[in-house]
């Protein structure tokens, strides 16, 4: 598994969004300024959490972007999955693969690929951004509010 731009740019977007749940309504110039993403790329990103339900808009010139979902409810593996697809490293052991390998009977590395897949999954699947938005407060990281325009 490798995570794109696209899919780091959309963790870093539900992060920034999970820091403020519940308390505003985050303009998307300054998600875009704070995480140094462009503008156009978020736009195309939000399109994508919006779709698939993790984020609300509101239009207008107080408008911008919220969770649409407490950010305990929303763990890395949903948005992984979202962005990038499957999480194997192989495709003969994703479970959404359909075709299954000719070689597979005599696969050694098999159960390796299906071990990795497995603990890729257990992280990503029990990490949720409630967890990423206290891990970000341990760290002393300045609190996204700081930088508000």
């Known amino acids: 598994m490798k995570i794109s731009f696209k899919g780091d740019y959309a963790l870093k977007i539900i992060?920034?969004?999970?820091?403020?749940?519940?308390?505003?309504?985050t303009p998307i110039k300054e998600i875009s300024r704070r995480q140094d993403i462009p503008e156009k790329f978020l736009e195309q990103i939000i399109t994508t959490l919006k779709g698939a339900g993790y984020i609300k808009t509101v239009r207008g010139p107080k408008g911008g972007v919220f969770l649409a979902k407490h950010p305990s409810k929303v763990t890395l593996g949903d948005i992984i999955r979202l962005m990038e697809g499957p999480t194997s490293p192989v495709t003969c052991v994703s479970r959404s693969a359909h075709a299954r390998c000719t070689f597979e009977?005599?696969?050694?590395f098999k159960s390796v690929w299906e071990d990795v897949r497995d603990r890729i999954n257990d992280v990503v699947d029990n990490t949720t951004f409630q967890d990423m938005a206290?891990?970000?407060?341990?760290?002393?990281?300045p609190d996204v509010l700081d930088y508000a325009i």
């Open 105 to 108: 009977k005599q696969c050694v």
């Open 134 to 141: 206290e891990k970000a407060g341990k760290m002393n990281i």
């Open 15 to 25: 992060l920034d969004l999970a820091l403020t749940y519940g308390q505003r309504i």
